[in-house]
């Protein structure tokens, strides 16, 4: 009778195993105090109903892939397209999701008469009422903007984009920025300076200065756009990130994906795709200010690089083993 009831209570126990499956990586992160993000294009919240209710149930950030960027707000001078951000937005709050804005200043996605030929006056009235329209519309809804994105060359020079007639356009569109949103924290974002470098010293060179003179910056953002020869050890990925910690700054991951292409088997490296992610995430989750971990993307499928597999969620929504592999790192 003893041996029953307990055969019968082992069975239970299995079966509520069985029902209550690992939690969400949202909901692990929250644990940790760590907001964990993935970029979106909102088109595809419309198309595919998978996408969103992945979306909300494994991230409790949420990034504009490309419907922030200056080309998609203001097409043509002082005409604004807020319906693509806007629903973003409204997605975020109805999931209780936070908003990384990005980004207001940067080289590429630029509409075209971006490249007139602007003096520095009228460049600082161009920066200007664009930061003004934008940060100004979201105020007190997004959190973090990627201010500046890319301004050191992968030559870790200074990049030449039209906002460089207005020498100073960095510290201007930061101090713009704090002007229309005050409570938002406010990011310089780069490629290429997860480890310790020439380009990751220029950047923190640029940071050091414009703290130093007072510059409202809150934080850098890491992309992390990563392949399976990075290795965040060799990198020295930790000891960087401490430096610009101790600048005072807040750390973000903010676009990570590890392209699968490369030598050896597809099961090998899906491993070795899943350590990096691990990896990274180890990195963030031990130092103290590193306070965001967001991916570029949801699904392999809707990827910038979608040949090269580089996400935790392959094209149908199945997790990777690089998914399993950022719950391991996120339990407590
Ligand atoms: C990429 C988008 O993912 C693509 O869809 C788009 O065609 C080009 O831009 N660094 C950034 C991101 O800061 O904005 C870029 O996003 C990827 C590199």
Same mark, same amino acid.
């Given at each position: 009778?003893v ?5 019968? !209570? ?8 069985q029902a +209550? ?7 692990l992160a929250?644990?940790?105090?760590? *907001?964990?993000?993935? =970029?979106?294009?909102?088109s ?14 494994e991230?409790?950030l949420?990034v504009?892939?490309? #419907?922030?960027?200056?080309?998609a ?27 990384r804005?990005?980004?207001? #200043? ?13 003096g520095?006056?009228?460049m ?7 930061? +003004?329209a ?13 201010? #500046?994105n890319? !301004?050191?060359?992968?030559? =870790?020079?200074?990049?030449?984009t039209?906002?460089? #007639?207005l ?9 713009? !920025?704090?002007?229309? %949103?005050p409570? @938002? ?8 300076? /997860? ?5 990751? %010293? @220029?950047?923190?060179a ?5 703290? /130093? ?5 809150d934080?850098v953002?890491f ?5 399976l020869?990075f290795?965040p050890?060799? @990198?020295?990925?930790?000891e960087?990130? /401490?430096?610009? =910690? ?10 990570? %994906?590890?392209?699968l ?6 099961a090998?490296?899906?491993?070795? +795709?899943? *350590? ?10 031990? *130092? ?7 991916l ?9 690089? !979608? ?14 083993p ?7 790192a996120?339990?407590?």
């Amino acid at each position: 009778m003893v041996a029953l009831r307990w055969g019968l !209570a082992l069975v239970l126990l299995g079966f509520l195993a069985q029902a +209550q499956p690992t939690p969400p990586l949202r909901a692990l992160a929250e644990k940790r105090g760590l *907001q964990i993000g993935a =970029a979106v294009e909102p088109s595809l919240l419309l198309q595919e109903p998978e996408y969103g209710t992945v979306l909300a149930r494994e991230f409790n950030l949420v990034v504009a892939e490309n #419907v922030m960027k200056w080309g998609a707000l203001q097409t043509s001078r002082g005409q604004f397209n807020f319906a693509a951000a806007d629903l973003l937005l409204d997605f975020a709050q109805k999931n209780r999701m936070a908003v990384r804005g990005h980004t207001l #200043v940067w080289h590429q996605q630029l509409p075209r008469w971006m490249y007139g030929s602007f003096g520095p006056a009228e460049m600082e009235a161009i920066l200007r009422e664009h930061i +003004q329209a934008v940060v100004g519309r979201y105020r007190g809804r997004i959190a973090y903007w990627d201010v #500046v994105n890319e !301004a050191i060359g992968d030559d =870790a020079r200074p990049r030449l984009t039209p906002f460089a #007639v207005l020498p100073d356009y960095i510290e201007r569109a930061f101090r713009l !920025a704090r002007a229309a %949103d005050p409570q @938002a924290k406010l990011f310089y974002n780069d490629y290429g300076a /997860e480890g310790l470098g020439p380009k990751s %010293d @220029a950047i923190y060179a640029l940071l050091k200065g414009l703290k /130093e003179k007072g510059v409202p910056i809150d934080g850098v953002g890491f992309q992390a756009h990563l392949d399976l020869s990075f290795s965040p050890t060799k @990198a020295r990925m930790a000891e960087n990130l /401490e430096r610009f =910690a101790r600048l005072g700054l807040e750390i973000h991951i903010t676009e990570m %994906d590890v392209r699968l292409s490369g030598p050896g088997s597809r099961a090998e490296r899906l491993e070795k +795709q899943a *350590q990096i992610y691990q990896e990274v995430l180890q990195i963030c989750l031990r *130092q103290p200010r590193c306070k965001a971990f967001t991916l570029w993307g949801v699904t392999d499928g809707h990827s910038w690089r !979608a040949a090269s597999e580089p996400l935790i969620f392959d094209t149908d929504y199945r997790p990777k083993p690089a998914y399993f592999a950022l719950q391991r790192a996120l339990q407590p």
